[in-house]
Nanobody, 124 residues
Framework: QVQLVESGGGLVQPGGSLRLSCAAS????????IGWFRQAPGREREGISC????????YYADSVKGRFTISRDNDKNTVYLQMNSLKPEDTAVYYC?????????????????WGQGTQVTVSS
């Protein structure tokens, strides 16, 4: 069973930084695309960043490009999302998910069920 657990969220001031972690349990994520999604109240879930199995292929939504960086550590079975220059509009619950395809960031077709997510709140 594909299980991913998100962590690292919190309250941060505008301009601040957070690093989210997505840890896999019960399976090896080496050969999967891992993506980060977020959902703000009243809005649809959106794919913001995905990383291919080889690290070469990455995707960033325009809203986060240049501010967020996705990376993976296959030895730790974990994917990270470094978020810098955070804005109030980044406030949302952040989720990670897996798929065989990089297109998951666009079509939101993922393997397994969505986890609990981690709350990110950007506010002064």
């Amino acid at each position: 069973q594909v299980q991913l657990v998100e962590s690292g969220g919190g309250l941060v001031q505008p301009g601040g930084s957070l690093r989210l972690s997505c840890a896999a349990s019960g399976f090896n994520l080496d050969y999967l695309v891992i993506g980060w999604f977020r959902q703000a109240p009243g809005r649809e879930r959106e794919g913001i960043s995905c990383i291919g199995s080889s690290d070469v292929d990455t995707y960033y939504a325009d809203s986060v490009k240049g501010r967020f960086t996705i990376s993976r550590d296959n030895d730790k079975n974990t994917v990270y999302l470094q978020m810098n220059s955070l804005k109030p509009e980044d406030t949302a619950v952040y989720y990670c998910a897996a798929s065989p395809h990089l297109s998951m960031c666009i079509n939101k077709v993922v393997v397994g069920s969505w986890g609990q997510g981690t709350q990110v709140t950007v506010s002064s």
